[in-house]
């Protein structure tokens, strides 16, 4: 099962990041995760541009998009919503139909005590116009990153990581069951 990873997050040391990177470490054999990290290379987004004028850098997340059997998209909060760049990224993706009926896992990193759950409600309402198969039982809103990654970004917190493997076994299931159909 092929995953990409999207972090929200433009910052060499973000836990959003850190938090992909753990989840690709805590998945299992079958599920081999990737993470495309250059989101701050992705040009503003001009709606006049024909799809197949789009930037090379546009295209290859594009056909990785199409190319994986679901997503993840790890969003900071930033003013109670997502990054101008995550926004930026999907705006690019709104007219191809990369995302339409993908099986979408969103997550949140926050140092504040509630996860970043605003960022996490903005995403999901821009994935849901977009017509994404946003997966809620795997859902991660993470509150108190401080304490739950040490300075190397690891992960240091148990419990998060037990969520981390049931998101994962939850979005698995959806995706076997999107592919059934």
Same mark, same amino acid.
């Given at each position: 099962?092929?995953?990409?990873?999207?972090?929200?997050?433009?910052?060499?040391?973000?836990?959003?990041?850190?938090?992909?990177?753990?989840?690709?470490?805590?998945? #299992?054999?079958?599920?081999?995760?990737?993470?495309?990290?250059?989101?701050?290379?992705?040009?503003?987004?001009?709606?006049?541009?024909?799809?197949?004028?789009?930037? #090379?850098?546009?295209?290859?997340?594009?056909?990785?998009?199409?190319?994986?059997?679901?997503?993840?998209?790890?969003? #900071?909060?930033?003013?109670?919503?997502?990054?101008?760049?995550?926004?930026?990224?999907?705006?690019?993706?709104?007219?191809?139909?990369?995302?339409?009926?993908?099986?979408?896992?969103?997550?949140?990193?926050?140092?504040?005590?509630?996860?970043?759950?605003?960022?996490?409600?903005?995403?999901?309402?821009?994935?849901?116009?977009?017509?994404?198969?946003?997966?809620?039982?795997?859902?991660?809103?993470? #509150?108190?990153?401080?304490?739950?990654?040490?300075?190397?970004?690891?992960?240091?917190?148990?419990?998060?990581?037990?969520?981390?493997?049931?998101?994962?076994?939850?979005?698995?299931?959806?995706?076997?069951?999107?592919?059934?159909?």
């Amino acid at each position: 099962m092929k995953i990409l990873a999207i972090s929200g997050s433009i910052r060499s040391a973000s836990f959003n990041t850190a938090l992909l990177n753990c989840t690709s470490v805590l998945s #299992p054999e079958n599920i081999n995760i990737t993470l495309f990290n250059t989101i701050e290379s992705i040009p503003v987004f001009n709606s006049e541009t024909a799809e197949d004028n789009y930037p #090379p850098i546009v295209k290859k997340l594009i056909d990785k998009i199409r190319q994986s059997d679901g997503v993840i998209i790890s969003a #900071p909060e930033y003013a109670h919503g997502i990054s101008g760049a995550l926004k930026n990224v999907l705006d690019w993706l709104v007219s191809s139909d990369a995302l339409v009926l993908k099986p979408v896992m969103v997550a949140s990193v926050s140092t504040s005590g509630l996860g970043g759950v605003r960022s996490y409600c903005s995403l999901v309402q821009v994935l849901t116009a977009m017509n994404c198969n946003v997966v809620i039982e795997a859902s991660l809103c993470v #509150p108190f990153a401080v304490v739950k990654f040490d300075d190397e970004s690891n992960l240091i917190d148990e419990l998060t990581e037990q969520r981390i493997k049931l998101a994962l076994k939850a979005f698995e299931k959806m995706i076997c069951t999107v592919n059934l159909n």
